[in-house]
């Protein structure tokens, strides 16, 4: 008996909701409205061009003429959300109730003011100018002593030694040995243990000290 009673209602149900479907679609095919309008500044009723009229939930939407004007199908009961550039986005609901099949709207977009920091523009110094403020510019002792260190040449040249090279120096020397080998391709490169003038070369840097004081920046 339960199962009896279980399946009537399942079918009352259904039924029931089969005729709300057939009532409604009527209802649904009349609900598409031609939305037209314009959009204009509210401070001087100005057009605004390029307005986006958006519908809510849908991703359809279009664009205002140069003179403001648009026109665009939604339904009954839409969110429409227009946005321009510089100006605050403003929603309008078309009407449920609407009697026939066009809705026309004027909307009104107050300014969105965004305060930036003030900038002060100043003239290019001249070269007297330029000159002065070099000359009698304060710089903190430390900084000159800093300066003075950092410039030494036997500190330019354990940097020299240590930092690696960038990418334009590492650019050239790739070129520089791609162009070496295509210049020795199908021969043996010369061996500088033969050339005279390597030797004389690394005699010259040997005296110098060059070796050894990249042996004591290597243990530092």
Do not use: H
């Not at 060059?210 to 920046?217: A, F, H, L, P, Q």
């Amino acid at each position: 008996m339960n199962k009896i009673l279980r399946y009537s209602l399942f079918v009352t149900l259904l039924l029931s909701s089969l005729y709300a479907t057939a009532q409604n679609q009527p209802q649904r095919r009349d609900s598409v409205v031609q939305l037209y309008g314009v959009v204009m500044s509210a401070d001087s009723l100005r057009g605004l061009e390029a307005t986006s009229i958006i519908v809510e939930g849908t991703g359809r939407g279009t664009i205002t003429n140069n003179e403001g004007v648009f026109s665009i199908a939604v339904l009954k009961g839409d969110t429409i959300r227009f946005s321009s550039v510089g100006f605050k986005d403003k929603f309008s609901i078309v009407p449920l109730n609407l009697q026939g099949n066009q809705y026309s709207v004027i909307q009104l977009m107050v300014n969105d003011t965004a305060y930036l920091p003030a900038t002060i523009l100043k003239p290019r110094p001249t070269r007297a100018q330029f000159e002065r403020d070099f000359v009698t510019t304060n710089v903190p002792a430390d900084a000159i002593e800093i300066a003075r260190r950092n410039n030494d040449e036997a500190t330019r040249k354990a940097l020299m030694m240590t930092l690696p090279i960038d990418a334009g120096e590492a650019m050239n020397a790739q070129i520089r040995k791609q162009t070496q080998e295509y210049y020795y391709s199908g021969q043996l490169p010369p061996q500088n243990i033969f050339n005279p003038v390597a030797w004389a070369e690394f005699i010259q840097a040997w005296k110098r000290g060059d070796y050894k004081k990249k042996s004591n920046t290597n243990n530092e």
